[in-house]
């Protein structure tokens, strides 16, 4: 079974850009979770989405969206880019729930703004 | 609010050592305790994923301890391997089941040859 997969794998922008991060979950999983890592924060939640719908929201600026499709794709976009915006976005994928069933991890995509 | 800590943030060893990684959380209403593995720039894996039910779970060199009460999960290594270097998280749900994760820091181990 393949595994979870984010497109593009790294990404440079300039600030007051945005972005589009991709996110393809396992198949059978209808739970896309989205997380931001970096070095002083750690991993932080930023959205979930179930059924297309979005089930839960972290504590990010309205600058973070995202959606999910009818197969279970997600995408993540970030509009007006800040410099503090670098870092990696982690996707992850379960069964139904993130906090019952096990999270599978995609690779990440790596965001550097300039 | 769930705040989950790791202690130590690093941690380096030689080869064939045993070693635990400690994860704490304040609220012991937990569901389930996840363990997970991360390499250098790379995405998670899961390791282990122990219920609240259980009071311990185990894969192959890794057994990982549950004490809800207390607030507490270790993670033990046996007869590490340079391999076994990454970073190490511990993640609990943020209140019931149907939340997301909270992350510790992460420990991170360095097995030396």
């Known amino acids: 079974k393949a595994g979870v997969t984010q497109t593009p794998r790294y990404l440079i922008k300039t600030r007051g850009q945005q972005v589009t991060l991709s996110c393809s979950p396992i198949s059978g999983h209808r739970s896309v979770s989205w997380y931001q890592q970096t070095p002083g924060q750690g991993l932080q939640f930023l959205f979930e989405?179930?059924?297309?719908?979005?089930?839960n929201k972290g504590n990010f600026p309205g600058r973070f969206s995202g959606r999910q499709f009818s197969n279970s794709r997600s995408e993540m976009n970030v509009s007006t880019l800040e410099l503090g915006d670098s870092a990696l976005y982690l996707c992850?994928?379960?069964?139904?729930?993130?906090?019952?069933?096990?999270?599978?991890f995609g690779p990440g995509t790596r965001l550097t703004v300039l | 609010k769930q705040e989950v800590t790791q202690i130590p943030a690093a941690l380096s060893v030689p080869e064939g050592e045993n070693l635990v990684l400690n994860c704490s959380f304040t609220d012991s209403a937990i569901y389930n305790l996840q363990w997970f593995r991360q390499d250098p720039g790379k995405g998670l894996t899961s390791l282990l994923l122990i219920q609240s039910s259980q009071r311990e779970q185990t894969s192959g060199r890794l057994n990982a301890s549950l004490d809800k009460s207390s607030g507490r999960s270790t993670l033990y290594i046996a007869a590490s391997q340079p391999g076994d270097s990454a970073t190490y998280l511990c993640a609990v749900p943020q209140r019931s089941g149907n939340t997301p994760l909270v992350f510790g820091k992460g420990t991170r181990l360095s097995v030396i040859a």
């Open positions: 989405y179930f059924s297309e719908t979005q089930r």
């Open positions: 992850a994928s379960s069964l139904e729930y993130p906090g019952v069933d096990t999270q599978y």
